[in-house]
């Protein structure tokens, strides 16, 4: 990832308001939102560790994540063209989902073909973050490993035992923290479609509703980092 400076990134995101204005962001208040939250609407990444080190400290998004970021940094009105890119986003990230489990489930057979010789099979590892309880070590932290889609081994540790994570992982930390405003929008428009659909389709019954419901539950229950490829 490459990083920039305030000026850098005014260039490199081709942003309509000046270096000086960005400076101007990380010297605001925090009270209605957080320096990431206020740089990700303009489609930037800030790292708050290099900001206090005085490295540049701002990366660009995604394209995707950029337009639309822009579009809801530049106006607070929900326009029919906003609207429109909503929910294609929306369309795109359940289009992904189901593209994302059809892959995981082919996976899953070759890699129970895999030799069990370590350096031979497809390894496994999971870091997922509990919500934070307000223990003075930190959430709960479980750690997974597994192989050959067989099921997992695990180990339940406090966030400070866990030590300070690799950069790469931070980074994309850190990405997940800044696309949470995005995701969330995502989310509570795919969510009003399912109910549009459910509340036209009279046959539908709660069988085919459950598991939706269940997924979602499981899915906002931690934040999962995977590493893969061992």
Not at 88 to 93: C, S, W
Not at 135 to 159: L, T
Not at 170 to 191: H, M, S, T, W, Y
């Amino acid at each position: 990832m490459k990083w920039l400076t305030p000026e850098e990134a005014v260039a490199a995101a081709n942003l309509s308001i000046t270096s000086e204005k960005l400076i101007e962001f990380t010297l605001q208040s925090e009270d209605e939102e957080t320096l990431e939250e206020r740089f990700q609407k303009l489609g930037l990444l800030f790292d708050r560790d290099r900001w206090k080190a005085q490295k540049p400290y701002l990366a660009l998004l995604s394209p995707t994540k950029t337009q639309k970021s822009i579009v809801i940094a530049s106006s607070n009105t929900t326009t029919e063209s906003n609207s429109i890119d909503n929910d294609k986003l929306a369309e795109k990230d359940e289009e992904n989902n189901r593209s994302e489990t059809t892959e995981f489930s082919n996976l899953q057979s070759e890699h129970q073909e895999e030799p069990y010789i370590f350096k031979k099979c497809t390894v496994e590892l999971h870091l997922t973050f509990k919500p934070d309880d307000g223990h003075p070590e930190g959430r709960v932290v479980i750690i997974s490993a597994s192989s050959h889609g067989d099921f997992p081994i695990n180990e339940k540790i406090r966030e400070s035992f866990l030590g300070e994570l690799p950069p790469l992982l931070k980074e994309l930390l850190n990405e997940l923290v800044a696309d949470f405003p995005n995701r969330q929008v995502r989310r509570q428009i795919a969510n009003a479609r399912n109910q549009k659909k459910r509340s036209t389709n009279p046959n539908t019954t709660s069988k085919n509703t459950l598991p939706t419901t269940s997924a979602t539950e499981n899915k906002n229950s931690g934040t999962q980092l995977t590493l893969f490829g061992i």
